[in-house]
């Protein structure tokens, strides 16, 4: 009993000197600059701890607005680093933390693009994602957030590991996966075999009946729901079904352990 008493006290005593301390003022610091770009110009951003959001307007400069925020004082705000790189057809926009906390400062990120520029990976490990109106097959990822994205043109993908996906208004999609929570997909197009796939959640698509596919869909606990496409059907059960549309062809894989899912026609 008196070595568990000593564990404990050793435990606490860790615990105290990590925190102790530690807590200061709530403190926050702006960054807003702007960057010249052409029709040739990728854009890549990512954050560590924050949201993203991208948008177009009607401009000629890329601009970054950004919130950097810390419970720890300015000392620790100081150890956060937004770093541009300005390629010859590039604009790469990385935020980067010098210091060694569990808790992390964060930073949430508002952009705004001409329409000529390509955006093409935005990541976040701990934030939201939200993409509208721009070009560039976009390769969103967050570790525990949701990714919305809309009106691109483009072939987008996305990756959560907590939140939901939200894909609509696009030329087409690549793999969509989340670890928690439902995903809602528009699929005018798709390139390949891909997956749309949550551990736990529904799963609503609504597909373009024109295209060629092979559709396999399952759950392990909940219903599959058809509605308005031809769909042959090689196999129909309650929680798997396979199918072919027009003259089948590449898979789009739609599958979820824990929720129900929804087949519809896209109307265009």
Known sequence: MKKQYIVIGVVVLFLVSIFSGCF?????????EEYEVDENTVLNVATINGQIEIKTYDGDTVLVNAIKKTSFGQEELDKIEINVIEGENELEIEVEYLGQRLTTPS???????PEK?????VTTSNGAIQISGVKGDVN?????????????SGYVSATTSNGRIEVKETTGIKNLESSNLGIFAEVNDFKG???I???NGGITVYINSSLNANIEMSTSNGQITISGLSLNLTTSEEKYKVGKLGEGGNTIDIQTSNGNINLYKLEN
């Open 24 to 32: 200061g003022p709530k403190t926050t610091e702006y960054f807003d």
């Open 107 to 113: 930073v949430d990120m508002n952009i705004k693009i």
């Open 117 to 121: 520029v390509t955006v093409d990976s």
């Open 140 to 152: 969103a990822k967050s570790s525990n957030g949701a990714i919305i994205i809309e009106d691109v």
């Open 193 to 195: 075999n891909i997956s």
């Open 197 to 199: 796939s949550t551990s």
